[in-house]
């Protein structure tokens, strides 16, 4: 079976500085990565997907996110935090050929300014 | 284009009611999920389908019912309330498999059952 950790469960940074989510999954098979924002009172957004084209991603709003197969980590980083980036944030995996999502437990992000 | 539409926003419920959350799509996505979110918990999977008249369970079935009777409509039923369906509930569709295509979100549904 798969699953997801997302280590901390709430992070907060000063604005301008370095933003890291850290993801780490577990998969039998390659895994299919996901990364998705949730402003509060609204759903969840696709910030990037990792499907083994290249193991740095890039995604919207200034996220990446780097694939370590060795490591089995997927974690998400933006250089230079901005208020608006303060929401919740979720890993996700599917496997190859499936169309289910298996989600971490979120890690919510507070931007001080 | 709406996307996912879900109603209603909130809801308040007696032990043992039943009710049915609606969610609606006009990207004629022809997969539908509905997921649960609880607190440090992310999202679990209720029931999901890959087309009309077509539904599976996912990792947390019981309690709940589904239909697809047409390509836009994915209605959530619960036929006997508990406290521990107090959730916020979402619903998503995509045009194909997760892999390549991005699942899209309601707003969510947030349901109290007291």
């Known amino acids: 079976a798969q699953s997801v950790t997302q280590l901390g469960s709430h992070v907060s940074v000063s604005e301008g500085a370095l933003v890291l989510l850290r993801c780490n999954y577990s998969?039998?098979?390659?895994?299919?990565l996901f990364w998705y924002v949730q402003y509060p009172n609204q759903g969840l957004q696709l910030l990037l997907k990792y499907t083994s084209a290249a193991t740095l991603v890039k995604g919207i709003n200034g996220f990446e996110a780097e694939f370590k197969k060795s490591e089995t980590s997927f974690h998400l980083t933006k250089p230079s935090a901005h208020m608006s980036d303060a929401a919740e944030y979720f890993c996700a995996v599917t496997k190859a050929a499936g169309n289910k999502l298996t989600f971490g437990g979120g890690t919510r992000v507070l931007v001080k300014p | 284009n709406a996307g996912v539409t879900q109603t209603p926003k909130f809801r308040i419920l007696k032990i043992g009611q039943s009710m049915t959350l609606q969610c609606t799509q006009d990207m004629n996505h022809n997969y539908m999920y509905w997921y649960r979110q609880d607190p440090g918990m992310g999202l679990k999977l209720i029931y999901y389908s890959v087309g009309a008249g077509i539904t599976d369970k996912g990792e947390v079935p019981n309690g709940y019912n589904v239909s697809r009777s047409t390509t836009e409509d994915f209605p959530l039923r619960l036929e006997l309330a508990a406290p521990s369906q107090t959730s916020v509930y979402f619903c998503a569709s995509s045009y194909g498999d997760s892999l390549n295509q991005p699942q899209h979100f309601g707003d969510g549904t947030r349901l109290s059952i007291l």
């Open positions: 998969s039998s098979v390659p895994p299919y």
